[in-house]
């Protein structure tokens, strides 16, 4: 009987030790995630001449164009190396890429190793159904986290293709376990008048954005959050 009861006590204490663990692990997780909310948004210190390792994520549309057009106002020499990713599908938008980089004035002085264009999976392509999306996200996603882990950015610009969430999330979880921190930059597409693009409303609503901007003033009165910088394109 006494062993009976030793082996009950062993049990629940095993129990309310591993329950313990799980409770410590989430508060530890969600006070991680809080001081990553609070310190995101917070500016490079002034006179940092340092380079960024910079993941540029580029869209099917005018996403590309308007990337690219942000870009060309840029002191790139700051953004280097730069890692240009568009959708498996979209071979254009890499194409545009290449032909800006042939076009900057400071060519010499770019390294080839200091540029990479790289595909990604797509989470869903158009008309596609939703119960095969649900394998093809899988496949993104895990596509996605293996790009974060190789190319590590410190700096990730993107403007609305979809292509740029599994991303955003996995730079965000990555900041909260402390494996790298990414600031990430999302400029809203001009073609955004009144209300956001489903990538922008979740970055938004998520809190996942270091710095959200927007190019019409009634889209920063909807959202007080995002930065009103009038139209760039």
Not at 64 to 83: C, G, I
């Amino acid at each position: 009987m006494e062993e009976h009861h030793c082996c009950f006590y062993s049990k629940m204490l095993s129990r309310f030790s591993i329950s313990s663990f799980m409770l410590s692990l989430v508060i530890v997780l969600v006070v991680r995630e809080l001081y990553v909310m609070y310190q995101c948004g917070k500016p490079f210190p002034k006179g940092d001449s340092r380079s960024f390792t910079t993941l540029i994520v580029l869209g099917s549309g005018g996403h590309t164009a308007e990337m690219l057009s942000l870009l060309s106002v840029l002191r790139m020499d700051r953004f280097t190396p730069r890692f240009y990713i568009a959708a498996a599908t979209d071979n254009m938008s890499l194409h545009k890429a290449r032909s800006f980089e042939d076009s900057l004035a400071d060519k010499p002085a770019v390294k080839e190793d200091s540029l990479q264009f790289t595909q990604i999976y797509r989470s869903r392509e158009v008309g596609q159904s939703y119960v095969t999306s649900v394998w093809t996200t899988i496949l993104a996603t895990v596509h996605a986290l293996w790009l974060m882990i190789r190319i590590r950015p410190q700096v990730i610009l993107c403007n609305g293709p979809g292509t740029c969430i599994p991303l955003c999330v996995i730079a965000f979880l990555f900041k909260v376990v402390g494996i790298r921190w990414s600031s990430i930059f999302y400029v809203e597409s001009v073609a955004r008048v009144k209300k956001l693009s489903l990538s922008g409303l979740l970055l938004y609503r998520l809190r996942l954005a270091d710095q959200f901007f927007v190019q019409w003033p009634q889209l920063q009165n909807k959202y007080p959050r995002a930065h009103y910088v009038g139209c760039l394109m």
